[in-house]
Every structure is written in structure tokens, then in C-alpha cells.
């Protein structure tokens, strides 16, 4: 007979945890590395309004669980990174504790603290909680070369 295992919320809380700081390890291992806080990148090839509609076409892509969708402004080697099997597992436990993302409520950009890199913030509402996320991008390029969620300090 199968066995039926219940978590609470805090321990899903701690999973979501667990597999952002995974996501963002194999991330920053593949890529530019981790970008600091700062002034709006000025050489940042995005816009603050492109880079918003792509957080939320992704964030969008993330309620329905579609990984070509969510994964459409990726860099190659963001895709190699996290495929369709690593992103269905992570979706499944960030969404079971977080619940569906309703909107963007604040964006900043920032250069990165490596050379020629800088990243977007995003403020994020979802149903149980606001969270976090940022991409990471290089000079020059518009495809995502890094992505993170985090709780947002108190």
C-alpha cells in the first residue's frame, strides 16, 4: 500500500529554500557568477521595461509549469544548466509553498561585482508570500545567464 506523506508548511518552506540555494549553485557554477548591488546598469542591452516583461512572461510560465516558456530568454548554457526534468521538480516544491505569482511589485537594476556582468531584481507577490528573483546577465547580451529566488530581508 503506497504511504502518504504530509510536510507542513515550514517544512516546505525549508525545501523551496534547499533547491533555490541549489538552483542558484549550478547557476553561478555555469556562468558569470553572482552580480553585486549598485547604481541601473548603463550598458545593461535590456530595458527595465523589457527585462519586467520578461520576469513576467517567465513567472507566468512558472504557474502553468511550461519550461519553454519560462526558459525562452535563457542563454544556451543556462538551458544546459537546468533542464525541463530540474526545473518541473523545482516549480513543484516553490509552488506548493508559495502558491501562484500574482505580480511584480519593484524592479531595480544593478552592475555586477564581476567585470562586464550586472543584474535585474524583482520584487515578487505570490499567493502565500513575496519572494524575490533576479537574473543575471553579461555585457552585450540579452539572454539570462543566471537566475535566483530569495526571501526578501525583513
Known sequence: MPRIIQTTEMEQRQS??????GLTIVVLLSTVGACGEGATPIDS????????EMADNALKAFNTGD????????????????DEDAFSAFRDQFHAAL??????????????SASGTYRWTFE?????APYRMWFGF???SPQIEGVN??????
Not at 67 to 82: C, H, L, N, P
Not at 149 to 154: G, N
Open 99 to 112: 502558491g501562484e505569482y500574482r505580480r511584480i511589485t519593484a524592479v531595480t537594476g544593478s552592475e555586477g
Open 45 to 52: 542591452p535590456v530595458t527595465e521595461e523589457q527585462v519586467t
Open 67 to 82: 519550461y519553454a516558456a519560462w526558459s525562452r530568454d535563457w542563454s544556451g548554457t543556462m538551458k544546459a544548466a537546468i
Open 138 to 140: 553579461k555585457e552585450g
Open 16 to 21: 523551496v529554500r534547499r533547491l533555490a540555494v
Open 149 to 154: 529566488f530569495e526571501e526578501p530581508s525583513a
Open 124 to 128: 515578487v507577490e505570490f499567493e502565500n
